[in-house]
């Protein structure tokens, strides 16, 4: 069985992350279409020889995360606001996540919230080394986002990553939460990501979902047909996040009975969904993410920084 933790994978799976954030910077300007910047940056990872961990997020403003366009996605980059990319890749399971915010007009109270949010990852950042306690993490976070007068946002936060798994292993909050006091250790790879907002500070699910994933595939009194599109979409996902968009760029289901089946998975609980997420107040959020892998000599590794 292959190792858990393989540095040089990390390494080429954060490559291809760093490969798609730039062209997202070069792609992103007013008039631009949604739908066309993320297909081009998970077309960015696959020209990378990696795979996706989960298809790229575009959150807007209040919605923190989990916007993903749509098969037939209309939206547009507007003239102002927030804008949050996340983009996740992976080389044979071994994971990198990344985030950043731009800030489509240079508004500079809007600036404030994304320094906010990078100030919080550079000092998490910092103290990333073995035996450091994650709430210390978030403590960090925490008063550095106050600094600027804003509040972290208190229900997201970092994640460990496993091979295929990409929330796995503990919460990094992004405050001072001593119930998770657990600490950081050698040979093992996490996703840090402070969100910043002058708002209450808790996001809370929208309506809409966007991504879904596989989580469990029944055997007995299942159609043909589903469980065929069953094995596809395990194959293509290897049980990480995706977005229907993906399984008709694969021509596993036609584009015509997506939908339909989407729902029926839903239904019989073969597929979760991942509702958008907003602040419950409905400011502006910010976020700023990398992934940070801690070599088997303690050394941390950011493997996501351009």
């Known amino acids: 069985m292959k190792n858990e933790f393989d540095v040089e994978s990390y390494i080429k799976a954060g490559k291809a992350v760093i490969a798609a954030k730039k062209l997202a910077r070069e792609l992103i300007k007013p008039g631009a279409s949604f739908l066309e910047i993320a297909n081009k940056c998970e077309e960015e990872i696959l020209k990378h020889n990696c795979e996706l961990s989960f298809p790229v997020n575009m959150s807007l403003n209040e919605v923190a995360a989990h916007y993903s366009p749509s098969l037939k996605d209309k939206s547009i980059i507007p003239e102002r606001g927030l804008l949050k990319i996340d983009i996740g890749s992976h080389y044979d399971g071994y994971i990198a996540d990344s985030a950043f915010t731009i800030n489509l007009d240079e508004d500079v109270d809007l600036q404030k919230i994304i320094d906010a949010a990078d100030e919080g990852l550079k000092a998490a950042i910092e103290i990333f080394m073995p035996?450091?306690?994650?709430?210390?993490?978030?403590?960090?976070?925490?008063?550095?986002?106050?600094?600027?007068?804003?509040?972290?946002?208190?229900?997201?936060?970092?994640?460990?990553?496993?091979?295929?798994?990409?929330?796995?292993?503990?919460?990094?909050?992004?405050?001072?939460?001593?119930?998770?006091?657990?600490?950081?250790?050698?040979?093992?790879?996490?996703?840090?990501?402070?969100?910043?907002?002058?708002?209450?500070?808790?996001?809370?699910?929208?309506?809409?979902?966007?991504?879904?994933?596989?989580?469990?595939?029944?055997?007995?009194?299942?159609?043909?047909?589903?469980?065929?599109?069953?094995?596809k979409i395990e194959q293509l996902t290897h049980k990480l996040p995706f977005s229907p968009r993906i399984i008709e760029k694969n021509n596993i289901i036609s584009s015509n009975q997506i939908e339909r089946y989407i729902n029926t998975f839903l239904r019989k609980k073969v597929i979760m969904e991942y509702p958008i997420l907003i602040e419950q107040s409905k400011q502006y959020v910010s976020q700023q993410e990398h992934t940070i892998i801690i070599d088997m000599d303690g050394n941390p590794i950011v493997t996501t920084q351009e």
Request: aromatic residues 10%; charged residues 20%.
């Open 131 to 231: 035996g450091t306690k994650l709430y210390e993490l978030g403590e960090v976070i925490h008063n550095k986002i106050s600094n600027f007068g804003l509040n972290p946002v208190k229900n997201l936060g970092g994640h460990e990553l496993k091979r295929f798994n990409l929330h796995a292993g503990p919460f990094i909050p992004n405050t001072k939460d001593t119930q998770h006091n657990q600490v950081l250790k050698p040979g093992v790879a996490y996703a840090c990501e402070p969100f910043a907002t002058p708002g209450d500070g808790w996001v809370q699910n929208g309506s809409n979902s966007y991504i879904y994933r596989l989580i469990r595939k029944p055997t007995k009194n299942v159609p043909y047909q589903e469980l065929n599109y069953m094995n």
